[in-house]
């Protein structure tokens, strides 16, 4: 069975401190795809990245970076510098791979970035 | 471009009535996906549909949750009878299929509030 799990509940940062959010996930494909999703107050869910099983070279995009390590099973996500604008529920999800495109989502971890 | 529509956006309505979500996806994406979320349960995959079929529906609660996809422009989640129950924000998403999971562009959601 494939479960994705965010032990995070909440984190609550000041901010220009550097936060990470843990995502671990179980799988017994060989061959996955790795997501982050951030939502806003607004509602509306937004793409950050994808990661597939075989890409383990770690990703940094802005403040933003990625850390994925299969020996753990983890794929964590650093927001270096937060911001208020970071304030969110982000939301950590595995896809099988092949034509499916079906998500499998964690529970999310809201984060507040205070000013 | 457009993003994904959904209408309405928040829609409250009386146990035991029908109610009906609409969705358009971008334009040229092939792969149509609904959610609900909840507090309890998360983001929950209802159904998606790849070029306007059906691929997995093992989501849908039970049978009074019915959607079709009559054409690649347009998409309807139904309920009936609502239930309180079944108040969440329902989400539609799509994509471009190209054989590999690829990242889902979701819509601001109808938040259903069934009293």
């Known amino acids: 069975a494939q479960k994705v799990t965010q032990a995070q509940t909440e984190i609550s940062v000041v901010e220009k401190e550097d936060v990470t959010l843990d995502c671990v996930y179980e799988?017994?494909?060989?061959?996955?795809?790795l997501f982050w999703y951030k939502q806003p107050p607004s509602g509306e869910l937004v793409f950050l990245i994808r990661?597939?099983?075989?890409?383990?070279q770690n990703e940094i995009s802005g403040r933003y970076s990625w850390n994925f390590q299969k020996s753990t099973s983890s794929f964590n996500f650093t927001i270096t510098a937060s911001q208020v604008v970071d304030s969110a529920v982000y939301f950590c999800?595995?896809?099988?791979?092949?034509?499916?495109?079906?998500?499998?989502f964690g529970q999310g971890t809201t984060l507040q970035v205070k000013p | 471009d457009a993003g994904v529509i959904q209408s309405p956006r928040h829609e409250v309505t009386e146990m035991g009535q029908e109610v009906t979500l609409r969705c358009k996806p971008i334009?040229?994406?092939?792969?149509l996906f609904w959610y609900r979320q909840t507090m309890m349960r998360g983001l929950e995959l209802l159904i998606y549909?790849?070029?306007?079929?059906?691929?997995?529906d093992s989501g849908m609660p039970e049978d009074r949750f019915s959607a079709k996809m009559p054409n690649a422009s347009f998409s309807t989640l139904k309920i009936q009878p609502s239930e309180p129950r079944d108040s969440a924000v329902y989400f539609c998403?799509?994509?471009?299929?190209?054989?590999?999971?690829?990242?889902?562009?979701f819509g601001p959601g109808t938040r259903l509030t069934v009293t």
């Open positions: 998403a799509s994509s471009l299929k190209r054989g590999f999971p690829d990242e889902q562009y």
């Open positions: 799988t017994r494909d060989t061959t996955y795809y």
């Open positions: 990661r597939n099983s075989f890409d383990e």
């Open positions: 999800a595995l896809s099988r791979s092949g034509n499916t495109g079906k998500l499998i």
């Open positions: 334009s040229g994406h092939n792969s």
């Open positions: 549909f790849n070029n306007n079929v059906p691929i997995d």
